[in-house]
Structure formats: structure tokens, C-alpha cells
């Protein structure tokens, strides 16, 4: 699978695992002892050197332990993932929650990032070709200790303002192949500030407005958990501001 070895992959989602639930640099032991891919530490250890050779993992500042890059993470979403399917009862729980909203557009995308911002632990946005933003879930960001970061809250919270920003996304969405769009880190985000960022895009089109809606958090969300529930929230909008007209 492209320039990988499967070990190197055994490897590689390991530490993404890993790096996704505690946070921290992952060293070659932990991935030995708790993840049983049958090699030494030693042997471990020449992998994640290679995968930092080609740029899926980044040496930590503050520990010899390794952190996915932008590209491993990717990596990991397109090829090694599986995604949680969403339950029956979910999918009627994410409609009732906006249907009594239908008949107004901005009561319906506001209510609908307080849902999607309350089902996914997350800061959720909208954002529509009218320049309509509405967004939920700021003090979701806390519960990451990337986020306590006052330089990288500050410039967040900033540009969550800036309708300029979010076009520039909603227009890269018409170059995008696939429902769902990852930005993961400086690459995307354009700022080294928000290197350790990550947001989840779904994209919805009517008569007469297009939008996004997605969530912003840190470069560890549950990816598994998180694009299920954009894929559905943004196709179920969708759905309902066509039978409306919008």
C-alpha cells in the first residue's frame, strides 16, 4: 500500500492509536508490550525511523518518542480506518433534533451545529455562500490540553469570524472528490499555529445556497467516530433544505 511495508503500516497505526488516546509521543516499547505486533523494540524503533523518513511521523520536541504527521494521519483516514456505522436510533435522534427548525434556514443551521457540537464532544461551524456562519461547542476545545494554549485558542477563536477563511473552504469543495473533507494541521490550516488542529467538512447543496458543516478540534479526534456523523448530518441538511426550497 503505496510506499509502505506492512510492518511499517502495523506500525504506523499503532501510533496513531496510541498518539489518538493518550496524547502523548509514542515510544517504541509501549507499541511492543501493548499493541503485539510481534517485533522487538529494536526492530520498532528502525520502522518509526523510516516512517519519519517519509513523513508520517515527527520527532516530538520534548521526548524520543514519535507523533503522527499530517500525512500519516491521512494516511490513516483513506486506508487503514474503519468507520463506526451510525445506528438506526442515531439517525432518527440527528432528525428530530433540527426538524421543528426546517421552514428557517438560520435556525436551522444554528441548531444544527448545537447538535452536531453536543453528539461529537466538539467545536462545530456552518458555513454557507451567503457568508452566514454559525458555530457551538467552544468550551468543548477545553477538554484537549492542546487548546489550553492561550497563542493557539486566541487565533481559533479568531478566525472562526472570518467568512473569508470559510469560503476559501467551501470553494476548495468544488475540486474535492468525495463527501467528506480533512484539514489536518499547518498544511491545511495555512498557519503553523494550528499545527496541532484538525477539522471534519461535510459539504450541502440546495436550490439556491451551498454550505459546509463540520467540526474543529484537535488533530486526535476519534476520526472513526467524527466523519460518520458529518457524511450523515450534512447529507440529511441537505436533504431537508431541498424539500424546502432553499
Not at 100 to 119: G, I, N, P, W
Request: glycine share 6%; hydrophobic share 35%; with cysteine.
Amino acid at each position: 500500500m503505496e510506499e509502505l511495508t506492512q510492518r511499517q503500516i502495523d506500525v504506523l497505526k499503532a501510533i496513531i492509536k496510541e498518539y489518538i488516546e493518550t496524547g502523548q509521543p509514542v515510544g517504541s516499547e509501549i507499541i511492543e508490550k501493548k499493541y503485539k505486533i510481534g517485533v522487538s523494540p529494536a526492530t520498532i524503533r528502525n520502522e518509526m525511523v523510516q516512517l519519519a523518513k517519509k513523513n508520517y511521523l515527527k520527532k516530538s520536541y520534548f521526548s524520543s518518542g514519535r507523533i503522527p504527521s499530517a500525512k500519516g494521519f491521512r494516511f490513516y483516514i483513506n486506508n487503514l480506518m474503519e468507520e463506526k456505522e451510525l445506528s438506526t436510533v442515531d439517525e432518527v435522534s440527528y432528525k428530530n433534533s433540527i426538524w421543528d427548525e426546517r421552514k428557517k434556514l438560520h435556525r436551522l443551521l444554528s441548531q444544527a451545529t448545537k447538535v452536531l457540537s453536543q453528539r461529537t464532544v466538539l467545536l462545530s461551524l456552518a458555513a454557507t455562500s451567503e457568508g452566514d456562519i454559525y458555530y457551538a461547542g467552544i468550551s468543548n476545545l477545553l477538554n484537549y490540553p492542546e487548546f489550553l494554549d492561550i497563542n493557539l485558542s486566541k487565533s481559533l477563536f479568531t478566525r472562526l469570524d472570518e467568512i473569508n477563511f470559510w469560503e476559501l473552504i467551501l470553494r476548495e469543495f468544488e475540486d474535492f472528490e468525495g463527501e467528506i473533507r480533512c484539514m489536518l494541521g499547518e498544511e491545511d490550516f495555512r498557519d503553523p499555529i494550528f499545527d496541532q488542529c484538525a477539522s471534519v467538512w461535510g459539504e450541502f447543496t440546495g436550490k439556491s445556497v451551498k454550505g459546509l458543516i463540520g467540526v474543529v478540534g484537535s488533530k486526535r479526534m476519534y476520526y472513526d467516530f467524527v466523519i460518520p456523523q458529518i457524511k450523515y448530518f450534512s447529507n440529511l441538511i441537505e436533504e431537508i433544505i431541498n424539500e424546502q426550497g432553499f
